[in-house]
Antibody, heavy 120, light 108 residues
Framework: QVQLVESGGGVVQSGGSLRLSCAASGFTFSGHGMHWVRQAPGKGLEWVAF????????YHADSVRGRFTISRDNSKNTLYLQMNSLRGEDTAVYYC?????????????WGQGTLVTVSS | EIVLTQSPATLSLSPGERAALSCRAS??????LAWYQQKPGQAPRLLIY???TRATGIPAKFSGSGSGTDFTLTISSLEPEDFAVYYC??????????FGGGTKVELK
């Protein structure tokens, strides 16, 4: 079955960097666009970034553009999120999510999430 | 940018009752709307996409309706495991995802 496992979260000081990973299995990873979505403690869902199936097309939310970079390695079935210049408002659980496919960006499977805490 | 407004913020119901959750878009989104369920400490789970298509493995008690700006998620008869937070979602500017603020369905 489809499985997405995030890792790389932790506590980091304001201004620091982290790299999140999402290991995918159970589906043809190279055939699907992928998202990162975050959720601050007690808050709703916020889209962070999307990458196309082959890594050519990348999109980032205004709130993270220039600081975060989404990437993927299809040979390793792994999605990444490089996060630089972290701020307190970046504190959240970060989820990777698989798209339905066929050009539909809606997500149909999410990982369990990894918590990023930015301390001042 | 399209804004999704969910109402009510909290819905207090008893098991066996019918739940109707609303999602209103600030402008037409055609039928490109999805619904997710999220339980505490868990990731969201896709229930409905394209306004009314149930995702794989989702039971028939969940149904979606609407088009344009007004959408409804209906849970026909609430079971204990259905008490959770529900989010609507649209792709307002491909491929970015826009989420509503959520409706919490709680035990009355």
């Amino acid at each position: 079955q489809v499985q997405l496992v995030e890792s790389g979260g932790g506590v980091v000081q304001s201004g620091g960097s982290l790299r999140l990973s999402c290991a995918a299995s159970g589906f043809t990873f190279s055939g699907h666009g992928m998202h990162w979505v975050r959720q601050a403690p007690g808050k709703g869902l916020e889209w962070v970034a999307f990458i196309g199936y082959d890594g050519t097309n990348k999109y980032h939310a205004d709130s993270v553009r220039g600081r975060f970079t989404i990437s993927r390695d299809n040979s390793k079935n792994t999605l990444y999120l490089q996060m630089n210049s972290l701020r307190g408002e970046d504190t959240a659980v970060y989820y990777c999510a698989k798209t339905l496919g066929g050009g539909n960006p809606t997500t149909d499977c999410w990982g369990q999430g990894t918590l990023v805490t930015v301390s001042s | 940018e399209i804004v999704l407004t969910q109402s009510p913020a909290t819905l207090s119901l008893s098991p066996g009752e019918r739940a109707a959750l609303s999602c209103r878009a600030s402008q037409s989104v055609s039928s490109y709307l999805a619904w997710y369920q999220q339980k505490p400490g868990q990731a969201p789970r896709l229930l409905i996409y394209d306004a009314s298509t149930r995702a794989t493995g989702i039971p028939a008690k969940f149904s979606g309706s609407g088009s344009g700006t007004d959408f409804t998620l209906t849970i026909s008869s609430l079971e204990p495991e259905d008490f959770a937070v529900y989010y609507c979602q649209h792709c307002s500017s491909w491929p970015s995802l826009t989420f509503g603020g959520g409706t919490k369905v709680e035990l009355k």
